[in-house]
T-cell receptor, first 114, second 113 residues
């Protein structure tokens, strides 16, 4: 079945540093999504990517949809304490008939030292 | 901003009992989903629902599970006879169209004793 490998599993950084995390897939996706989950809450959408090669920003966050459609990365610039949380990538194969389910990575746990 | 709301936030149930998890998707959305997340593991797809029927279900979604949209606002997940391994966070999500991103509720933590 489709699998997503997300790395790194965890990161511990100093406030102000830049962060990069990525996901790779064994199969092609037509949509890549990045979510953030805070403790006790549901995943919150950060960025959605729909085209191979697409580079999209949301404030200090930048994400790219890989050319091969099998990977994506998320960068966070100038990290701040509220960036703490778990970041998930998710892929969706929108062309597979009614298949709209999201395939999820295991998450990257980010800790920021003030 | 419109939200997906889920109730209860925490449900504790004896093994073998039935449980119903409730969700109110974003009002104009057309596609509805249930996912679960066992502690420390990845989010897993359970079922998608569109036009009052199941679009797709995973192998996890066996005969013990069912979904229903009993009225124009609620979307429920029922587990008929709960097992210990059903303990997890259950997330409801909705999207406006198939291609649109899915928006998630804050989840229901289900604990089976």
């Amino acid at each position: 079945g489709q699998q997503l490998n997300q790395s790194p599993q965890s990161m511990f950084i100093q406030e102000g540093e830049d962060v990069s995390m990525n996901c790779t897939s064994s199969s092609i996706f037509n949509t890549w999504l990045w979510y953030k989950q805070d403790p006790g809450e549901g995943p919150v959408l950060l960025i959605a990517l729909y085209k191979a090669g697409e580079l999209t920003s949301n404030g200090r966050l930048t994400a790219q949809f890989g050319i091969t459609r099998k990977d994506s990365f998320l960068n966070i610039s100038a990290s701040i304490p509220s960036d703490v949380g778990i970041y998930f990538c998710a892929g969706q194969d929108s062309n597979a008939g009614n298949n709209r389910k999201l395939i999820w990575g295991l998450g990257t746990s980010l800790a920021v030292n003030p | 901003e419109p939200e997906v709301t889920q109730t209860p936030s925490h449900q504790v149930t004896q093994m073998g009992q039935e449980v119903i998890l409730r969700c109110v998707p974003i009002s104009n959305h057309l596609y509805f989903y249930w996912y679960r997340q066992i502690l420390g593991q990845k989010v897993e797809f359970l079922v998608s629902f569109y036009n009052n029927e199941i679009s797709e279900k995973s192998e996890i979604f066996d005969d013990q599970f069912s979904v229903e949209r009993p009225d124009g606002s609620n979307f429920t997940l029922k587990i008929r006879s709960t097992k210990l391994e059903d303990s997890a966070m259950y997330f409801c999500a909705s999207s406006l169209y198939r291609e649109q991103p899915q928006h998630f509720g804050d989840g229901t933590r289900l604990s089976i004793l």
